[in-house]
C-alpha cells in the first residue's frame, strides 16, 4: 500500500531520531530556507576542508518528508568531496524528478525516499534540505524568500 | 452524539442534497471520498453545472453588445444573476453589484480604485491579524503608492478580535477598516455591525471580506451596514471565477476605474475617455458571463435551502467536529462556541505534521487543507507553521467526521512517538 511505501520504517526512523541535527559552531557556510507553501524550515551547516565536507549538520523543523530527508543527507554527503556532494543533489534531484533511477549502492537509505515521488505536491518537501545545501556549499548567503514562520 | 446526529441532519436534508453533487459520489481507491475542503471551495451541484452549460448550448454571445436574440438572451441571463445576488445579501439596487472574478479580485479593486485615489499620507488602513493575505497584500501595495499607513486589530488566545484597545486604533486617522466576516483559518465570525458602527463613528468606511461569510451565514448588507462586501462564487456553490463586489452606489460614482477596456466607456477621444455608469464602469472587457449565470443558480439552491437552514446544520456540525475532534487529543485554534464561528476548523494532531496527517488522512479518503490557508500573521500568532483544516458545508455529514476522527487514528498509528 501506497502509505507503507513513502512512510517506511527508514522515513519515519530518521524523522523520529533524527541523525546531525545541532549546530555546528565554525561552520564556515550556511544556508536556510522554508518553504512558504507548508512552512517547512532548513538551515545547513557545513564545515569545509581541503576540499571536501568535513561536517555537516541541519536545524529544522516540518513533516517527516523534509526532515528525514534532511537527516539523510546529512549522513549521505558527510566526508565526500564538494564535487560528489552537488553530483549527489544532482542525482537525488534526478530521483526526485521521476527522471532517473537510483543507483542504491550511491543512494543507500535515500531510495526509501523514492515512493515521495508519487504525490508531486511533497516532492519539494523531500528537496528541500538538497536546495539548501546545494545554496550553502555555491556560498550563497542564505536568505530564501519569505519570512520565517515563527516568532510570538 | 446520536441526539446531535439527528438534529444536525434536521437542518438540512442532507441525503437529497448530495444527491445533486455528482462528485461526491467518487472514491479515492475503495474508500467513499470525504470531502471537508469546502473553505477553499465548494463541490457544485447539477443545477450551476447545467446552467452554465445551458447557457453554452443555448444562449451564448457576448452581453450589451448585439443587436440579436442571442446575445439579448446572453445578457438577460447575465444580468437576471446580477439582480439574484444582490437580492441574496440584501442589496436593493442590482448596480451595486460588480462582477468580479472573486474577493480577491474585489478586494483589489477597493484597493486600486478607492485607496489610490482617497488615500493620502498619514492616512490609516485598518485591517485585523487574522485577516487572508488577499486583504493584506493588495494594502500594501496601495500603502507604498498613498503614503497611508496600515494597523492591525491583534487577536485573543481563543482566536477572536481583541477589541480591548480598538479606541486606539480606530481613530480620525482611520479612513477604511477592511476585515474579514468569517476567518478561513480560526472559523471566527467578528462582530461586524459592532466594527461597522465603530468604523462609521469615526468617518471611516467599512470593507468586509466576504469570502466565507456569504457562503455560510444569512448576509443582510444593511443590517450590516457595511459600505463594500467582496462574494466568492466558487466557495458557494458557484463556478470558479465567478463573484463580485458590493459597494454603496455612491462610493461607486466617486471611484476611478479598475481597469481599463471595452465596455467601460461612454465615450474615447484621443486624450481622454469618460466612463460607463455603475458598475460597468468597473466591468473592463468580456467578463465571465457563463460563470455568473451559473453563480445565479448556484444563489437559487442556497435559497432554496434558506441560509438560515445552512447556518444551523454548519452550527451542528462544527460543534460535533470540535467535540469529537477535542475528545481525540486535537487542538483547535479559534473560538469553540459555535456561535461565533463557522465551519472552517484548523487543529494540530498529536504532533504529527500537517502535510503528514493529510497525506495519512487522504489514504483514508478524507480530503482536508494542511498549510497556513493563506493566513500567515494567525500562524505566527499561535507558533505553529501550519494546521490541518477540516471545513464543512452543506453537503456534508456527522459521519464524514466520524471518518475523519478514525482516520486520525490511522495516522496516530503510523507517525506515533
Not at chain 2, 471565477?241 to 459597494?247: D, F, P, R, T, V
Not at chain 2, 471545513?391 to 498509528?413: H, K, M, P, Q
Request: proline share 4%; charged share 25%.
Amino acid at each position: 500500500m501506497a502509505l507503507d511505501e513513502i512512510y517506511k520504517e527508514t522515513i519515519l526512523d530518521h524523522y523520529k531520531n533524527p541523525r546531525n541535527k545541532r549546530e555546528l559552531p565554525g561552520a564556515e557556510l550556511s544556508c536556510s530556507r522554508n518553504n512558504p507553501l507548508c512552512g517547512d524550515e532548513i538551515t545547513v551547516f557545513v564545515h569545509e576542508e581541503d576540499g571536501k565536507v568535513a561536517a555537516v549538520t541541519f536545524l529544522g523543523q516540518g513533516c517527516s518528508i523534509s526532515q528525514s530527508s534532511a537527516s539523510m543527507m546529512t549522513e549521505a554527503v558527510n566526508g565526500r568531496s564538494v564535487q560528489e556532494a552537488e553530483r549527489l543533489i544532482g542525482d537525488f534531484r534526478g530521483m526526485m524528478a521521476g527522471d532517473a533511477e537510483p543507483d542504491e549502492d550511491e543512494f543507500g537509505e535515500l531510495v526509501a525516499l523514492k515512493g515521495v515521488v508519487k504525490y508531486p505536491i511533497r516532492v519539494k518537501c523531500a528537496v528541500l534540505a538538497w536546495d539548501v545545501l546545494q545554496e550553502a556549499l555555491s556560498g550563497g548567503d542564505g536568505k530564501a524568500a519569505g519570512a520565517s514562520a515563527h516568532g510570538a | 452524539m446520536s441526539v446531535t446526529k439527528e438534529r444536525a441532519e434536521g437542518a438540512l436534508d442532507v441525503v437529497r442534497i448530495r444527491a445533486d453533487f455528482p462528485i461526491l459520489s467518487r472514491t479515492v481507491g475503495d474508500k467513499p471520498m470525504v470531502f471537508l475542503d469546502s473553505a477553499a471551495t465548494s463541490q457544485k451541484p447539477r443545477q450551476v453545472i447545467e446552467a452554465e452549460r445551458e447557457f453554452y448550448e443555448r444562449h451564448n454571445a457576448n452581453v450589451h453588445r448585439g443587436i440579436y436574440m442571442l446575445s439579448e438572451e446572453a445578457t438577460e441571463l447575465y444580468e437576471g444573476a446580477r439582480e439574484k445576488i444582490a437580492r441574496f445579501i440584501g442589496a436593493s439596487d442590482p448596480a451595486t453589484i460588480v462582477y468580479t472574478r472573486g474577493t480577491t479580485e474585489s478586494i483589489n479593486l477597493v484597493a486600486h480604485a478607492w485607496g489610490r485615489k482617497f488615500l493620502k499620507e498619514g492616512d490609516e488602513i485598518l485591517l485585523s491579524d487574522m485577516e487572508h493575505h488577499s486583504n493584506i497584500v493588495p494594502w500594501q501595495l496601495c500603502v507604498r503608492d498613498t503614503g497611508a499607513v496600515l494597523r492591525y486589530i491583534p487577536l485573543t488566545d481563543d482566536g477572536l478580535l481583541d477589541l480591548s484597545d480598538l479606541g486606539s486604533l480606530l481613530t480620525k486617522r482611520t479612513k477604511i477598516l477592511s476585515v474579514s466576516g468569517m476567518s478561513n483559518s480560526l472559523g471566527t465570525l467578528p462582530p461586524i455591525r459592532e466594527l461597522a458602527d465603530a468604523a462609521h463613528a469615526v468617518g471611516a468606511v467599512v470593507c468586509v471580506d466576504g469570502a466565507q461569510l456569504v457562503p455560510h451565514v444569512p448576509v443582510d448588507v444593511a443590517e450590516l451596514d457595511c459600505d463594500f462586501l467582496s462574494i466568492s462564487g466558487h466557495k458557494m456553490l458557484g463556478p470558479t471565477a465567478s463573484g463580485g463586489l458590493y459597494a454603496r452606489r455612491e462610493l461607486l460614482e466617486a471611484m476611478d476605474p479598475f481597469m481599463g477596456g471595452g465596455h467601460m466607456i461612454e465615450e474615447v477621444h484621443h486624450d481622454h475617455s469618460t466612463w460607463n455608469e455603475v458598475p460597468y464602469k468597473f466591468e473592463a472587457g468580456t467578463m465571465n458571463i457563463a460563470q455568473e449565470v451559473g453563480l445565479g443558480a448556484a444563489v437559487d439552491y442556497l435559497r432554496a435551502l434558506s441560509m438560515d437552514a445552512v447556518r444551523a446544520h454548519e452550527e451542528e456540525i462544527t460543534g460535533y467536529a470540535i467535540d469529537r475532534l477535542l475528545d481525540a487529543g486535537a487542538t483547535i485554534f479559534g473560538p469553540k462556541d459555535v456561535s461565533v464561528r463557522g465551519g472552517a476548523v484548523s487543529f494540530w494532531y498529536k504532533d504529527v505534521h500537517p502535510h503528514d496527517l493529510a497525506t495519512v488522512l487522504n489514504e483514508e479518503g478524507v480530503a482536508v487543507r494542511a498549510g497556513h490557508h493563506c493566513t500567515q500573521l494567525v500562524m505566527r500568532r499561535f507558533g505553529v507553521p501550519a494546521t490541518t483544516r477540516a471545513s464543512f458545508y452543506v453537503y456534508n455529514t456527522n459521519d464524514e467526521v466520524d471518518a475523519l476522527i478514525a482516520a486520525l487514528g490511522r495516522a496516530e498509528e503510523v507517525f506515533g512517538f
